[in-house]
């Protein structure tokens, strides 16, 4: 079957509180807008994993830009520092290509330099066969869900250029509950990466958002161990860790000049979107100005359903 009859056949989406301005589709399972199944499609029918990738993943508005920006820093501490690494002037998603997306940037990363870091969003079940098949790590963080719809709410609800007025929480909130988000159903999203991990224990590393927040230090060095560039004891003395983190933060990231005022792919105008949209709030709780008691009430219990037995804890 050609691509395009795919998706003909896929449920379809109008997303009715952005005014009709994405229409998502139901393939393998997730819902996404049909460029970016296309590249699905694209990276399993071609991509061939390296043992030395890292794959860098996530759902949307989890903490990603902060986990690549920290993952390219750890990666590429030896060829510069924090005055001349390529974060000051270039913003973490164009970093670090994402495999859905920008293929033939991870195949020239693979051909010409090495460089071990890809990102991607897609879940567990849709990744190409021979990264599965690979011994490559993986890194996947996740977030309390009440921020993450806020998040991705706010981030669409800007991006189409809407008033919150012109675009009601409710219903983004009701789509998300039935799984209609970006890259959603989230649960099903964490559920496939974490199942993965209790089958080859040792390959993926979950990182939650909240944790890392409250304890960047000894989490920064969780990761930079596990995706095979640990601090050596002259680094830790040195301050090294302390440098990525503050290079990395919230703070620092958003008032660079690139992310204040750049767009992240340009030549798209389908998709292109301002950079400062990644860069919103990095706060935890935020979701307590936009949920009602009801709300607050039928998340928990939905996630209580779906992530029972796990131990993960989204609330």
């Known amino acids: ?72 820093a750890i990666v590429t501490r030896d060829k510069f520092d924090e005055s001349t690494t390529p974060l000051l002037t270039t913003m973490p998603h164009d970093c670090i290509p994402l495999l859905e997306h920008d293929l033939k940037k991870v195949e020239d990363n693979h051909k010409n330099s090495g460089f071990p870091l890809v990102a991607t969003h897609l879940p567990y079940s849709s990744l190409p066969e021979s990264l599965v098949a690979s011994d490559c790590k993986i890194v996947y963080i996740y977030r309390n869900v009440k921020d993450v719809i806020v998040s991705h ?68 060095k969780r990761l930079a161990e596990f995706i095979g560039y640990p601090f050596s004891i002259e680094e830790e003395k040195a301050g090294v860790v302390e440098n990525i983190i503050k290079l990395c933060s919230f703070e620092n990231m958003s008032n660079l000049e690139v992310n204040k005022s750049g767009t992240h792919r340009p030549e798209e105008e389908d998709i292109a979107i301002e950079n400062r949209l990644y860069f919103r709030k990095a706060k935890d709780g935020d979701w307590e100005n936009y949920f009602t008691e009801e709300m607050k009430e039928k998340i928990d219990k939905l996630i209580d359903e779906k992530l029972s037995g796990t131990g993960l804890v989204l609330k």
Request: glycine letters at 6%; proline letters at 5%.
């Open 1 to 72: 079957m050609e691509d395009d009859d795919i998706f003909k056949t896929c449920p379809q989406h109008t997303i009715s509180w952005l005014k009709g301005n994405i229409t998502m589709y139901k393939y393998l399972g997730f819902w996404n807008i049909k460029s970016f199944h296309e590249g699905t499609i694209l990276a399993q029918k071609c991509f061939k994993a390296e043992p030395s990738d890292v794959l860098v993943s996530s759902c949307p508005k989890t903490g990603t830009t902060w986990l690549k920006a920290l993952a390219f």
């Open 153 to 220: 709410y706010r981030f669409l609800q800007e991006a189409t250029k809407l008033s919150v007025d012109d675009a009601p929480f409710e219903a983004a909130f009701d789509d998300f509950c039935q799984g209609i988000s970006w890259c959603g159903p989230y649960w099903d999203h964490i559920l496939g990466y974490w199942k993965a991990s209790h089958e080859r224990p040792g390959r993926i590393l979950f990182l939650k958002y909240e944790d890392m927040k409250r304890d960047p230090r000894n989490n920064v």
